[in-house]
């Protein structure tokens, strides 16, 4: 799919950052399988494609791009964070049986606008917790994927 690789580039470009190699299979990676992995699963993602690429990088990678914004830690819940790449705004639910975060589509909170007062909101996400599909929420739905 090209349009990853187009929507990579107009980021890095946004976001001012080098798209250096190992950045770029960093956020590819993130972004076109839509998981939310742990560095340590992100590294072993990019060192399949790429076995040249060290831990250190990739770690390193994750960092610059974090810090630039494109890359977010979603939820480490005590355990090791998960990113996820933050191109495309969207909340998040996560399963306390099995710990799977699942991506929910975006929408606004226009009631919570009042709450903030004069606080300047950069970004928000709201993280719904509760009882995945698979582990029995409330209403089975077959056929239906991400
Ligand atoms: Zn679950
Ligand atoms: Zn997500």
Redesign the pocket.
Known sequence: MSSISTELRQAFLAADVRPTVQRYAVLHHLLRDGVHATAEEIFRAVNRQDPRASRATVYNSLKSLTRAGLVREVISEGKAARYDASLRPHHHFV??????VEDIAWFELPAGKQALGARRVRSFEVVFRG?????G?SQPRTGETT
């Open positions: 399963c306390e049986r099995c710990g799977q009882v995945c599909e698979k582990c929420g």
